[in-house]
């Protein structure tokens, strides 16, 4: 989770500034007290890293201050749009899902059991449309899944309706217009 680090600092001129850095990048600047950061490890790679606070006083002279920490593989988060529980589905249902990982999102796959009815590779969003033809109707669900390329994945199932819907016809031999003469 994104942890709030809060830091105190004074001396005999005032602060004027107070750094985050992990790993000796600069990732925060707050001048003004109270001073609080915001870690967040979806934005940090899983594994050891070093956390470096560096206050700035008026005078211009800096002191820092050392911790090591470590951030643990974490699963992408989905964001998914266009399709919720309460979604009837009596023609087509356009969605989106957006996966935010720690590192690159490998892929991300919308389907139900062996069917795939999208899928992407080598990035964070997917567009996709479901048909209700593909689906019988009553209750039902599909998986989405995103990967990333450190192998951590994420697995969402969204439960939604089907409409039932009328059988479909098709008609050959017959076109519009035809003068039918005899057989046909």
Do not use: C, K
Request: hydrophobic residues 40%.
């Amino acid at each position: 989770e994104a942890q709030t680090i809060t830091v105190e600092a004074g001396g005999q001129t005032d602060i004027t500034g107070i750094e985050l850095l992990v790993d000796n990048t600069v990732l925060a600047t707050d001048t003004e007290a109270p001073y609080e950061f915001t870690l967040d490890p979806f934005s940090i790679s899983p594994g050891g890293h070093v956390l470096t606070l560096r206050a700035t006083n008026a005078g211009g002279q800096s002191a820092t201050v050392d911790s090591a920490f470590a951030v643990a593989m974490l699963p992408p988060q989905l964001a998914i749009s266009g399709l919720t529980p309460e979604t009837v589905l009596s023609d087509t249902v356009s969605g989106n899902v957006l996966a935010i990982g720690q590192s690159s999102i490998a892929s991300i796959t919308v389907g139900s059991g062996e069917d795939v009815y999208a899928e992407i590779a080598d990035t964070d969003t997917l567009d996709f449309t479901l048909d209700a033809v593909d689906f019988a109707p009553g209750t039902t669900s599909v998986d989405i899944t995103a990967v990333d390329t450190n192998g951590a994945a994420t697995t969402e199932s969204v439960s939604f309706a089907v409409s039932a819907l009328p059988p479909t016809l098709e008609i050959t031999g017959l076109v519009a217009d035809d003068v039918i003469t005899g057989d046909t």
